[in-house]
């Protein structure tokens, strides 16, 4: 079945709206319906969605990683995006950073990934929502005063560091239109790690209205989750926090 749809996939030129969605007979609610691994290759010759396309919603497919067709040239006109890809690395997030028009993105994706220099180079220039929904997430200003973009799987080795003194400097403006953010919160970190991980970094995004915190409760008692609540809410008072509990 995939297959013919990849393969039908290739004929609407003019389509400007993609959203795949998983129905079950007699369920009519599919939003909490779990996502297929695709079978098929959606690399196949002379495979291309449309240059009109403006909307492109598979999350109900997982990727093993980004097509190569999501880029800036094949879609120009691309403003949301939700794709789940399992495995990533930093050039894959730049071009998606790179797509002109992207204004609503939506990433789950299992791999920890790192821009390094993520202020200087125009990313995301136009980007309004960013939901992450399996990352923890920090913006970093370097030595050199570049800022560095982190994506945390909660398994590899934790890219964040401590914070220094003389990173309360003020931070050049990244994302410059993102209004809200949504990522995850590993409460295991406040106890396994040493690093600076709950100082997210959020005075970067200067146009920021709101932020959704999923709380991530696995193997942590009542106690931690209240002091993780606790301490996100020192750093970042207008954060929501939504416990997700596994």
């Known amino acids: 079945m995939e297959r013919d749809l990849v393969k039908s996939l290739k004929t609407p030129r003019k389509l400007q709206y993609l959203q795949l969605e998983i129905v079950f007979p007699g369920i009519d609610d599919t939003t909490d319906a779990s996502p297929w691994t695709s079978q098929v290759s959606w690399e196949a010759e002379g495979f291309g969605l449309?240059?009109?396309?403006?909307?492109?919603?598979?999350g109900c497919i997982i990727f093993s990683r980004m097509p190569s067709w999501i880029n800036s040239s094949c879609l120009p006109n691309l403003s949301h995006l939700c794709m789940h890809v399992v495995s990533m690395d930093e050039q894959d997030l730049k071009v998606i950073g790179k797509m002109p028009e992207l204004r609503d993105l939506l990433l789950p994706t299992s791999s920890t990934v790192t821009i390094s220099n993520i202020a200087n180079c125009g990313y995301f220039q136009k980007?309004?929502?960013?939901s992450m929904l399996c990352s923890m997430v920090q913006f970093r200003q370097n030595e050199d005063y570049s800022i560095s973009f982190h994506m945390w799987n909660g398994e590899d080795a934790m890219p964040f560091g401590h914070k220094k003194d003389s990173e309360h400097r003020v931070s050049p403006t990244i994302m410059p239109g993102l209004e809200f953010l949504e990522l995850f919160f590993f409460v295991r970190t406040l106890n396994d790690s040493?690093?600076?991980?709950?100082?997210?970094g959020l005075e970067c995004l200067t146009a920021l209205q709101k932020v959704t915190v999923r709380i991530g409760c696995q193997d942590a008692s009542v106690s931690e989750v209240e002091e993780a609540e606790a301490a996100l809410r020192h750093f970042e008072d207008n954060m929501i926090l939504a416990s997700d509990h596994h």
């Not at 980007?127 to 960013?130: I, K, Q």
């Not at 040493?194 to 997210?200: F, H, M």
Request: proline share 5%; with cysteine; aromatic share 4%.
């Open 50 to 58: 449309p240059r009109q396309l403006r909307h492109l919603l598979l």
């Open 127 to 130: 980007l309004r929502s960013f």
């Open 194 to 200: 040493s690093a600076d991980c709950i100082d997210i």
